[in-house]
T-cell receptor, first 119, second 108 residues
């Protein structure tokens, strides 16, 4: 079974530039998550999709970050314009679990992450 | 507010010594707790979940609702256990929140 795919693996940009990250979840997984992991910290949830709808984006800085999952499959996370403090690893994860649905393992499957450096 | 706290950033032990990685949580609902692990140059992956009451790679974790804790334990650490360990709480919307992580170093 193919895992969660993310690209690019590494990106270096200057502040005020824009960047986009792509994620392809495991086939059939309804729920997709984007996390931001700053060095020395735990992953912080930015946005959670169920199919092509947003479940939670309460911690997404909407003035500069946007994300979409138009067909309920792959997803793109964009930052425009980037700030120095956006330097982090951006993790994508997927889960077959549906919010409010039948109880299951609750396991999230993570991609390798996209490391962003903003200079 | 929902929160997961891991008080230790780094835990260093010698091979064969017991290990306990601490995790405390704050959540008003019924908690569902996990331990995730990230080995060097690998993806973040699930280690174990409290509902399973299983032992994975010799690790166990017991949910203590009275103390709101979910500490991870292993009686005899191995060098291959060296990794970052994250305690995580899943809420009723399937939002998974992580603690800040503890780096476990096991010396030979």
């Amino acid at each position: 079974e193919a895992g969660v795919a993310q690209s690019p693996r590494y990106k270096i940009i200057e502040k005020r530039q824009s960047v986009a990250f792509w994620c392809n979840p495991i086939s059939g997984h309804a729920t997709l998550y984007w996390y931001q992991q700053i060095l020395g910290q735990g992953p912080k949830l930015l946005i959670q999709f169920q199919n092509n709808g947003v479940v939670d984006d309460s911690q997404l800085p909407k003035d500069r970050f946007s994300a979409e999952r138009l067909k309920g499959v792959d997803s793109t996370l964009k930052i425009q314009p980037a700030k120095l403090e956006d330097s982090a690893v951006y993790l994508c994860a997927s889960s077959p679990r549906l919010a409010g649905g039948l109880f299951d393992t609750g396991e999230l499957f993570f991609g390798e992450g996209s490391r962003l450096t903003v200079l | 507010a929902q929160r997961v706290t891991q008080p230790e950033k780094l835990l260093s032990v010698f091979k064969g010594a017991p290990v306990e990685l601490k995790c405390n949580y704050s959540y008003s609902g019924s908690p569902e707790l996990f331990w995730y692990v990230q080995y060097s140059r690998q993806r973040l992956q699930l280690l174990l979940r409290h509902i399973s009451r299983e032992s994975i790679k010799g690790f166990t974790a017991d949910l203590n609702k009275g103390e709101t804790s979910f500490h991870l334990k292993k009686p005899f650490a191995q060098e291959e256990d060296s990794a970052m360990y994250y305690c995580a709480l899943i809420m009723n919307t399937d939002k998974l929140i992580f603690g800040t992580g503890t780096r476990l170093q096991v010396f030979p």
